[in-house]
């Protein structure tokens, strides 16, 4: 389809684009902490579509955004969701050798450097967010750096971890279930959007509107990978499928079935797009994000 | 003796104003994801004595500061601190089972929860940061931020703990151990030192002087860390001694022996306390902390 890839190779670009800001602010493997810088860069440069990022930059170009200064945004971004990922995959945690195919990092590397190595990168991304050249405007900045530490901490991505870990003996409900996500991948996916808004100093208009169409991004998002985890191929996907079934957890797909999930995660793309109307053709690529986050097979 | 009588009472006291900024900034345990914000408190209220608390709000006071503000820089710090504390002490790391005579966070409840509440109070360290009860001026809190997740990062404290774990194959000398220590301690004691400056809108002399004065205090600190492993009392200590022994880790006092050790951290201190001479009789309680960080018995 001409609009599927159109979209991906718009995600490609900006995919290139983030990783050479990743490369010039991720510290350069040197000193007595080499062992952990080079492990940073293993776990950042890990193949990922950098969706994140590419939300960040199609939101701040709706406001005309210099790219260097979304670039670092999405960089930062990038790093604090690599960090996650780093972290998850812990023998404590999700238990996961293998990431899109490669080692995972405590596989590469050891668990006491993944586990530094994600600490790391938090404070990196608070770094890079809170320089002059993400912003002239410290309002800005500051604003950038509140609204990440909020999205990615006890009441966000980790408190949503937390719930995801205890989940397989707390039985959730669709409600539980939608909390659980709205917190471990929502607020990143939130932040995102926000972030291109904060930068583009969008009035609140305009930024609850933004707010409201990664929200249910989010939403389609998860589910769609709910649904992969359900029926992908493992080749394609890159990591274990059907882990979730066998843990006998509860997920959008085992409390919907397959076939209603497909259709909630439409429903939710379209609604998404419902939310971007006062943009008009501007918001072609956000448009183009919600239906491909529910069309991906990877 | 008179003077420590009068540093202890006035640690104690800010120890006690900090703690009730803790309770008030960690969010209530409740909700789906209680499990975390209660080890969160589990992992913060440690019976720490607050020391890097001590030395933002002594600093602070030299520039008139409102102890509100002071104190919202302090417990920020020591959420990092604690954060530090509780992933050092995981299995992978320095396997501890006990930090002051109490559970470690993982022993407490597990590993994955403890790697969690780390990274939470991480996140929530620069949430306090960046919101206006900390500063109006977003200059101020941009600036904190900045300076914090520079400590606290690759380049700082667990660019520190990556070689601290290195060290036992690395066979560093005293330049080694001195970079160890700078990075692992030092970076988060002389940002504690830089945030009262920072709070007080400090010119650039007057934040070197106090610089200067951190970076000898934190070495001292740490010479004083490894005469307590080295010849300390466990019940006093709150944890295990002669650990560094056992796992044949250079220190300060495996480097130069334990004698001249403690005379080059009475050294420090005494060096440390020379940097204050500019601010008189107002910088006391920062001298009276140099002279107590040397003759600590816990």
Redesign the interface.
Known sequence: MGNSHFIEQAITATAEAVEKALDRLL?QPE???S???EA?RYAVFNGGKRLRPFLVVATADLFGVDKTRSLRVAAAIECLHS?SLV?DD?P??DNDDLRRGKPTTHKQY????A??V???L???A??I???EKTHAD??V??DL??A???A?????M??????D??ADH?D?DMG?VS??QQ?KTGALICFSAEAGAILGKADDHRRSQLLAYARDLGLAFQIADDLLDHQGDPDVVGKAVGKDAEQGKATFVSLMGAERAQQQANMLADQAVSHLKDFGERAILLQGLAKFVVHRDF
């Open positions: 510290p000193g007595l902490e062992r952990l810088l940073m960090y972290h812990l404590s945690m050891d668990e006491a450097t586990i530094l994600g600490d790391a938090q404070s990196l608070f770094e967010l809170a320089s410290p309002h900045r500051i750096v509140r990440l530490a909020k990615a901490g006890p009441h966000g980790v408190g949503g971890q937390m719930i870990i205890e707390m959730l539980g909390r659980l917190l």
